[in-house]
């Protein structure tokens, strides 16, 4: 499993700090990109959410996921610092996501049952971040999960987290009317 594999902040034998995200980018460019569905109102990715994220969220290959986000300064923390909450958000949406695979008709959703950040950096406002999610470990209804936000310039990584999510119970969401609430995959 990818935990296994590398530890965060795992470095290669040089002291490379960088070499998780090349580890990762050397899985990247296998497949060809496959949308993820969105939501309307969701805060990451629901794209009629008038104070949301409207992030687009892509499978690279089953349990790989990865965006792209350019926060906006009324979402900072300090001066020029995306606000800690929402590197959060990313870190939760993004390692959640990774479990869910990119068939719209059959989702897997999860809720967060925990998520563990570790802050590396100051993470900008205003520049393209890449935020990668990589699923771990699934028993049951419980998955692991991994995600990391990278400035997309330097290939950095600036915060990191792991997540552990728990199946929605079915009788929670009716699987039925996802389209017509407004899950589905919009065009860029």
């Not at 109102?41 to 349990?63: R, T």
């Not at 950040?117 to 028993?139: D, E, H, S």
Request: glycine share 10%; proline share 6%.
């Amino acid at each position: 499993m990818f935990f296994d594999e590398i530890q965060p902040g795992a470095r290669d034998e040089a002291g490379d700090k960088n070499f998780r995200l090349r580890h990762v980018r050397s899985i990247i460019p296998i497949m060809p990109k496959t949308k993820q569905p969105n939501s309307r109102h969701c805060f990451i990715c629901g794209l009629e959410n008038p104070v949301g994220l409207h992030l687009h969220i892509y499978e690279v290959e089953p349990g790989l996921v990865e965006t792209q986000y350019v926060a906006p300064d009324h979402f900072q923390g300090y001066p020029g610092v995306l606000h800690g909450g929402i590197v959060a958000a990313l870190i939760d949406e993004i390692s959640g996501r990774a479990h869910m695979g990119s068939d719209s008709a059959n989702p897997r959703f999860l809720f967060t049952g925990k998520l563990e950040v570790k802050y590396r950096k100051n993470v900008p406002i205003g520049k393209m971040l890449k935020i990668i999610g990589k699923a771990g470990k699934t028993k049951g209804k419980v998955a692991e999960a991994w995600a990391g936000i990278y400035d997309a310039e330097t290939n950095e990584l600036l915060a990191e987290g792991t997540g552990m999510h728990i199946n929605v119970p079915n009788e929670q969401l009716d699987m039925s009317r996802l389209e017509e609430l407004g899950w589905k995959v919009y065009p860029d």
